[in-house]
Structure formats: C-alpha cells, structure tokens
C-alpha cells in the first residue's frame, strides 16, 4: 500500500489499517521518530507484532487480534477448503499467546470465534470474519468518544492533569480512552494543563502521548515518572487520568506498571483517580486484582535505553510491565456504559447488567 503521499499527515487514529486483504500497523516502536508501518500477512505475524510492541494497548492489541483472525481465515480457507477449521483454532490459540494482560485480546478473539462457530463449513469465512473485525473496530471508536464525554464532565475548569503511559488513539481504535477524556475536556476548555509521565521503559508517555497531544495542539509537559508525586505535591492536579489492560469484578485496575504508585500518591494529595475503560477491559470472572496475569518481560527492557547498554555489568532485573491499582483508590471508572464511581463488586455487576448507578 503506497501511503507516502499521506505520511506527514498519519495520526493516531491510523494505527490499524486494513486495506485490500492485509493488516498495516503503524510501528509503534519507532514512533516519533519515524511514521512506518509493517503489512501483515498472517495470524503468526500478527501474534509476533503484537507481542514485540509493534502495536499496544489493550484495545488496539483486541481489535489487531481480530484481523488476525481474518487473516486466519482466508489464509486458511486457501490452504485448504475442506480442513480451515482446524489451521484457524490453531492460529487463535497463537494469537492468545501474544501477550497475557490485556484481556481485551482474550474478548476479542471469543467474539471472533462466536462467530466462527456459526458459520458453514464449506464456505470462505473471510468477509463474514472481516465485518466482525470492522464492527469491533468501529464500536471501539465510538466508544471511545463515549467515554471522553461521559469523562470530561466529571472534570472541573481549570484542571492540571497527569496521565500515565499512552491510553490514547494509538492505544485503541482510535481518539483513546484516557486520552480521549483530555481531548474531550480540552475541547471544552477546561484543561489547565496536562503533563505526561515518560513511562520507562518503553516510554509511552514520552514518545506516543506527547506525539499524540502535539499533534492535537494540546500542550504537554514531560514528567521522570518519579517526579509525579513530588508535582501533585506542589498543588494544581485535580485528576490522574489512566487507562487500563484488565479491570477485575470488584473494580481493582491493571494498568501500565507505575499506575499503583501514582494512586497512593494521588490518594495522599487529595488528587483524584479516573480510568477510562472500554467494558471489553472488565473482566467479571476475575473477583479481584491479585487474580489479574502480570506480564514479566525480558530484563534488556530495563538494562539498556535507546538500544544501548546502560546499566551496570551483572545486575539483576525483575520487569512486570502492568501493576494493579486496589479499587479503594480509584474515583471513577468511565466506560461506554456509564461511571462507577468509588467502585466495587455490586457497583460493577450493575453496569455490566446495565443498571444506573443510583446516587
Ligand atoms: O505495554 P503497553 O504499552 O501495551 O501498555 C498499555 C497500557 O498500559 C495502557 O494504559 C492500557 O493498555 C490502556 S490503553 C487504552
């Protein structure tokens, strides 16, 4: 696909494409610097995408999972029209191994195997696979946009917020979650000021929120993630605004690891909590937090910076990539469904089933 006549003018909001048969993804790793992206062909290279951080973010790592999924199946289909049930399990078995947080991934490919279920098998699946791909992507979008209403009018004019890792376009299917809320209360004016932690190691913050922010006209201010509470300490934050890979059925939050101490900070400020979250984020059959799979990644994360070795011959390292953040400490959750506020069990059983929070 020939995007360079529109390369200067790539957001966010393009991070998945799907185009004439193949997966484009923005490569996310090389961001700002380089605007590039990979073409995927099949469901092991979307796996391997996805795992490598080609793309992130628990809904983008659900929607890219879905068009894996597509290409699964045609790939499947072509190899072999009679036995493309069995390659396709084998690929969606693939595809979960990806990365294990994010149970955006896992809601994802149950939907897409829902559907698989109910197709025949003498028939290519791969239209019927791509319009469950689409409306995935699609509903994340307008979810998204959702959210930064609900979210927005929670805030107050004036605010100084802090956000923590990227929960933005790039995160999602497009506009973000938390980010999508800054971009919302931006437009209403009521944002003072935002500031971004860098988030080591991957530096999501610094390389994919800032790009994201800039490139919306929205100032950004860089923080040392270790900087956060001494900044909430000198007063002006109202709000951390996170979003989150995992929410357990009492309201505990997985989130990118640094978001459990922003909330005991937060918590010592009088500085509030909100995490914006697409319901595919809440995962009911979890009764709390400690039961949410942390992602361990590999210890060169930590003892190199921009490729090179920086830290001392012979340490140690111990690298979870998500931490969780007790629902004690979290003011609201926003999803498409409505606000929790301060929430629990019964709280997020309510919304799942769709009844309003009472006041
Ligand atoms: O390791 P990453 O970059 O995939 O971690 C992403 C996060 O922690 C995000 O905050 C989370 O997935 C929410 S994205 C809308």
Same mark, same amino acid.
């Given at each position: *696909?020939?995007?360079?006549?529109?390369?200067?003018?790539?957001?966010?909001?393009?991070?998945?494409?799907?185009?004439?048969?193949?997966?484009?993804?923005?490569?996310?790793?090389?961001?700002?610097?380089?605007?590039?992206?990979?073409?995927?062909?099949?469901?092991?290279?979307?796996?391997?995408?996805?795992?490598?951080?080609?793309?992130?973010?628990?809904?983008?790592?659900?929607?890219?999972?879905?068009?894996?999924?597509?290409?699964?199946?045609?790939?499947?289909?072509?190899?072999? %029209?009679?036995?493309?049930? %069995?390659?396709?399990?084998?690929?969606?078995?693939?595809?979960?191994?990806?990365?294990?947080?994010?149970?955006?991934?896992?809601?994802?490919?149950?939907?897409?195997?829902?559907?698989?279920?109910?197709?025949? %098998?003498?028939?290519?699946?791969?239209d019927a696979l791509l319009q469950e791909a689409i409306a995935i992507h699609q509903a994340?979008?307008?979810?998204?946009?959702?959210?930064?209403?609900?979210?927005?009018?929670?805030?107050?004019?004036?605010?100084?917020?802090?956000?923590?890792?990227?929960?933005?376009?790039?995160?999602?299917?497009?506009?973000?979650?938390?980010?999508?809320?800054?971009?919302?209360?931006?437009?209403?004016?009521?944002?003072?000021?935002?500031?971004?932690?860098?988030?080591?190691?991957?530096?999501?913050?610094?390389?994919?929120?800032?790009?994201?922010?800039?490139?919306?006209?929205? /100032?950004?201010?860089?923080?040392?993630?270790?900087?956060?509470?001494?900044? *909430?300490?000198?007063?002006?934050?109202?709000?951390?605004?996170?979003?989150?890979?995992?929410?357990?059925?009492?309201?505990?939050?997985?989130?990118?690891?640094?978001?459990?101490?922003?909330?005991?900070?937060?918590?010592?400020?009088?500085?509030?909590?909100?995490?914006?979250?697409?319901?595919?984020?809440?995962?009911?059959?979890?009764?709390?937090?400690?039961?949410?799979?942390?992602?361990?990644?590999?210890?060169?994360?930590?003892?190199?910076?921009?490729?090179?070795?920086?830290?001392?011959?012979?340490?140690?390292?111990?690298? /979870?990539?998500?931490?969780?953040?007790?629902?004690?400490?979290?003011?609201?959750?926003?999803?498409?469904?409505?606000?929790?506020?301060?929430?629990?069990?019964?709280?997020?059983?309510?919304?799942? %089933?769709?009844?309003?929070?009472?006041?």
């Open positions: *696909m020939d995007l360079s006549q529109h390369m200067n003018r790539i957001t966010g909001d393009d991070a998945i494409i799907w185009r004439e048969g193949r997966l484009y993804l923005l490569d996310q790793r090389r961001l700002p610097a380089e605007v590039n992206f990979l073409e995927l062909n099949s469901a092991a290279e979307t796996a391997r995408a996805i795992t490598d951080m080609v793309v992130r973010g628990a809904p983008a790592i659900g929607i890219t999972a879905a068009y894996g999924v597509v290409l699964a199946g045609a790939n499947a289909f072509r190899a072999s %029209a009679a036995r493309w049930q %069995a390659a396709i399990r084998d690929d969606i078995e693939h595809l979960g191994r990806s990365r294990p947080t994010a149970v955006n991934l896992f809601w994802a490919l149950k939907r897409m195997e829902a559907l698989l279920a109910e197709l025949p %098998a003498d028939r290519d699946p791969s994340d979008i307008r979810a998204n946009r959702h959210m930064g209403e609900l979210g927005a009018s929670l805030i107050g004019a004036g605010s100084g917020v802090i956000t923590h890792c990227n929960a933005g376009a790039l995160a999602t299917g497009g506009y973000g979650t938390a980010l999508g809320v800054i971009r919302s209360a931006h437009k209403r004016g009521l944002i003072r000021e935002v500031l971004a932690d860098e988030t080591r190691p991957w530096l999501q913050g610094a390389r994919l929120t800032a790009w994201e922010l800039l490139q919306d006209q929205i /100032p950004v201010t860089l923080l040392a993630d270790g900087a956060a509470a001494h900044r *909430m300490a000198q007063g002006g934050i109202d709000w951390i605004i996170v979003g989150s890979d995992r929410i357990a059925a009492n309201g505990d939050v997985a989130n990118k690891i640094g978001t459990y101490g922003l909330a005991v900070a937060a918590k010592h400020h009088g500085v509030q909590v909100m995490v914006a979250a697409p319901t595919s984020t809440i995962d009911m059959e979890l009764a709390g937090g400690s039961e949410i799979p942390i992602e361990v990644r590999g210890e060169e994360e930590l003892l190199g910076c921009g490729g090179r070795q920086v830290a001392a011959k012979g340490a140690g390292v111990w690298n /979870p990539v998500f931490d969780v953040t007790p629902n004690e400490l979290i003011d609201a959750i926003v999803t498409e469904r409505g606000v929790v506020t301060s929430p629990n069990r019964k709280k997020m059983e309510n919304l799942m %089933a769709n009844r309003p929070e009472s006041p």
